[in-house]
T-cell receptor, first 116, second 115 residues
Framework: DTAVSQTPKYLVTQMGNDKSIKCEQNLGHDTMYWYKQDSKKFLKIMFSYNNKELIINETVPNRFSPKSPDKAHLNLHINSLELGDSAVYFC???????????????FGPGTRLTVL | AQSVTQPDIHITVSEGASLELRCNYSYGATPYLFWYVQSPGQGLQLLLKYFSGDTLVQGIKGFEAEFKRSQSSFNLRKPSVHWSDAAEYFCAVGSLGGSQGNLIFGKGTKLSVKP
């Protein structure tokens, strides 16, 4: 009964390919996120979705596109992969803060993407 | 702009010794503060959080943290470290209002435990 799950756990691909990472949460949360963790372990938010609507889109190349078919899923599509996209990508979810702020975020296990 | 600083990149302590990991934040309004732990090859697990109220918060695995507004700090402590505590620790600040759900992370502190 994993709370936040991601697939695949590892993804190795060639430059220029298009790939997707899936995320699902069974916590009943209404907000989901994607974070990127670089080789120095630095975590930075990429996207946030609340009730299927984008509410944060940090400076991320438009090759990255989140897709939310429903509140429980937030998938990450990446087009024309580049070497610099190699990283660990984490999905997270939370309730929307009652005062519009941050509520506790629960993270998935991560997807290690390696672009060759 | 919001920011989180974890001054120590890597700390080594002996098993059984006490631990303090430092975290300083910069945020103009009331911060929400979190500590997460990441074991090798794993995702992030929430250790504890501070939203309001008592400034000393207790978390899982025997960890605690103290919010000190005057010092803009939220240091993590444990009285006696176990070998299984070896991991990467991240401090994060979230907003009350503003950019909803925007968690800003520090760069992490790697904890090594000597037998």
């Amino acid at each position: 009964d994993t709370a936040v799950s991601q697939t695949p756990k590892y993804l190795v691909t060639q430059m220029g390919n298009d790939k997707s990472i899936k995320c699902e949460q069974n916590l009943g949360h209404d907000t989901m996120y994607w974070y990127k963790q670089d080789s120095k372990k630095f975590l930075k938010i990429m996207f946030s979705y609340n009730n299927k609507e984008l509410i944060i889109n940090e400076t991320v190349p438009n090759r990255f596109s989140p897709k939310s078919p429903d509140k429980a899923h937030l998938n990450l599509h990446i087009n024309s992969l580049e070497l610099g996209d190699s990283a660990v990508y984490f999905c997270a979810s939370s309730h929307h803060g009652t005062s519009g702020g941050t509520d506790t975020q629960y993270f998935g296990p991560g997807t290690r993407l390696t672009v060759l | 702009a919001q920011s989180v600083t974890q001054p120590d990149i890597h700390i080594t302590v002996s098993e059984g010794a006490s631990l303090e990991l430092r975290c300083n934040y910069s945020y103009g309004a009331t911060p929400y503060l979190f500590w997460y732990v990441q074991s090798p090859g794993q995702g992030l697990q929430l250790l504890l959080k501070y939203f309001s109220g008592d400034t000393l918060v207790q978390g899982i695995k025997g960890f605690e943290a103290e919010f000190k507004r005057s010092q803009s700090s939220f240091n993590l402590r444990k009285p006696s470290v176990h070998w299984s505590d070896a991991a990467e620790y991240f401090c994060a600040v979230g907003s009350l209002g503003g950019s909803q759900g925007n968690l800003i992370f520090g760069k992490g502190t790697k904890l090594s435990v000597k037998p």
